[in-house]
């Protein structure tokens, strides 16, 4: 009997002897929680993204500071994105399936998202019409992104079920996104925007600012 024989029937024989019974799933789904927001401001800026927590109605006039900051001048933008999320005095490309090139020549990019998960300090796209498809989020070097205070989940299975509810028909693509892109060599020397975008700038917008109690943003 060969190596491979003896191991597969080793497989086998601990196959025939398992339990077919269910398959325990008592871990959390889901979690009401108030300081949700507040978790998910503390673990994105842990990742390096540049956190700002702003007030609903001034999402444009925020885009218009960053880019002020950040020397951006022309943007790429989903087509679904609304018009009052794109300030005067910055020039916004629609994405008309831009080619690669096309887009390394922007300065970067506005999206919204599905979800994000507080516990994890992720924020999820589903290639929703204000989130575009995934090689605009991609290639510019920054990514504006604007996340509503109900789209802020606690844990990772509220995610998920979300997620499920809206691309479970139409398949689309989803993409996970933990802060900027970043990875390190062997001697763990960081290196940012090799993968994705250098800078990512994560607006959080609240219906009333006193539900997060600092109101914290990367100036505290």
């Given at each position: ?7 597969l029937?080793r497989?086998?024989?601990a196959?025939?002897?398992a339990s ?11 979690v ?7 978790l ?20 444009a006039?925020?885009?218009a ?15 679904g994105?609304?018009v ?13 399936d ?46 504006i992104?604007?996340?509503?205070e109900?789209?802020?989940?606690t ?12 691309v ?18 062997i001697e ?11 800078k ?17 943003t990367?100036?505290?």
């Amino acid at each position: 009997m060969s190596a491979r024989d003896s191991i597969l029937e080793r497989v086998r024989d601990a196959i025939a002897g398992a339990s077919a019974g269910p398959i325990p799933r008592d871990y959390r789904r889901a979690v009401l929680s108030s300081d949700r927001v507040e978790l998910f401001c503390e673990r994105v800026s842990d990742y390096r993204a540049d956190v700002r927590v702003i007030s609903v109605g001034q999402e444009a006039e925020e885009i218009a500071t960053v880019c002020v900051e950040l020397g951006a001048r022309r943007l790429v933008v989903p087509e679904g994105l609304p018009v009052h999320l794109r300030p005067v005095g910055v020039e916004f490309v629609e994405d008309a399936d831009l080619t690669s090139h096309e887009l390394a020549a922007l300065d970067g990019v506005v999206t919204g998202c599905t979800v994000a998960i507080a516990e994890t300090g992720t924020i999820v796209l589903t290639a929703a019409p204000d989130e575009g498809r995934r090689a605009i989020t991609l290639v510019p070097d920054l990514h504006i992104c604007i996340v509503q205070e109900l789209r802020i989940v606690t844990l990772v299975p509220e995610a998920i079920a979300r997620v499920k509810r809206a691309v479970g028909a139409s398949r689309r693509p989803v993409t996970f996104i933990s802060g900027p892109s970043a990875t390190s060599d062997i001697e763990l020397s960081r290196v940012e925007g090799v993968h994705g975008p250098r800078k990512l700038v994560v607006l959080v917008c609240l219906a009333d600012l006193r539900t997060v109690p600092s109101a914290s943003t990367d100036e505290d």
